[in-house]
T-cell receptor
Framework: KAGVTQTPRYLIKTRGQQVTLSCSPI?????VSWYQQTPGQGLQFLFEYFSETQRNKGNFPGRFSGRQFSNSRSEMNVSTLELGDSALYLC?????????????FGPGTRLTVL | GQNIDQPTEMTATEGAIVQINCTYQ??????LFWYQQHAGEAPTFLSYNVLDGLEEKGRFSSFLSRSKGYSYLLLKELQMKDSASYLC???????????FGRGTSLIVHP
């Protein structure tokens, strides 16, 4: 069974631009969560999608948004990029939502904002 | 909110045993995860504890004490490939989404 895939793997943008990251969960998994990982803050939860609906949201500004499609694939968008948005963005999929589940992580997208 | 604390860095010798501690404060605890993350790679699941006690899985064991808000990950017969970051993640605070600690970077040397 294929794992979680994320595209692109690396991205360089400049301040003020916007970016869209993509995540394809493991086949059959319907929950997709997004995390931001930085050396200073560790792994921080952005949001979770299940059945095309945002189920949970972390403490990030509205510049961070996402969506999920009917095939469970998910995209994350960051608008008006800031230098502090430079980070590894990880996507994790799990079978269901609403209870504690093992999460399977993708390789991440390394975003650099110049 | 939740507060998770784990050491930033640890070093150990190949073949030895190392214990990585994680302490947490949360309401409505509903489980604790340990993940391993090699540099530049995705975190991978190691263990899940929801009841007190020790869970053993090969060279890795994880222990939980809910009353003390404490867990540890025990790695035996260390190998060089065990050099990685180990993330403790706690579910609770009214959410099933786990909160991650900042991770412990383990360096195994010959």
């Amino acid at each position: 069974k294929a794992g979680v895939t994320q595209t692109p793997r690396y991205l360089i943008k400049t301040r003020g631009q916007q970016v869209t990251l993509s995540c394809s969960p493991i086949s059959g998994h319907r929950s997709v969560s997004w995390y931001q990982q930085t050396p200073g803050q560790g792994l921080q939860f952005l949001f979770e999608y299940f059945s095309e609906t945002q189920r949970n949201k972390g403490n990030f500004p509205g510049r961070f948004s996402g969506r999920q499609f009917s095939n469970s694939r998910s995209e994350m968008n960051v608008s008006t990029l800031e230098l502090g948005d430079s980070a590894l963005y990880l996507c994790a999929s799990s079978l269901t939502s609403g209870s504690v589940n093992e999460q399977f992580f993708g390789p991440g997208t390394r975003l650099t904002v110049l | 909110g939740q507060n998770i604390d784990q050491p930033t860095e640890m070093t150990a010798t190949e073949g030895a045993i190392v214990q990585i501690n994680c302490t947490y404060q949360t309401s409505g605890f509903n489980g604790l995860f340990w993940y391993q993350q090699h540099a530049g790679e995705a975190p991978t699941f190691l263990s899940y504890n929801v009841l007190d006690g020790l869970e053993e899985k090969g060279r890795f064991s994880s222990f939980l004490s809910r009353s003390k808000g404490y867990s540890y990950l025990l790695l035996k017969e260390l190998q060089m490939k065990d050099s990685a970051s180990y993330l403790c993640a706690v579910g609770g605070g009214g959410s099933y989404i786990p909160t991650f600690g900042r991770g412990t970077s383990l360096i195994v040397h010959p």
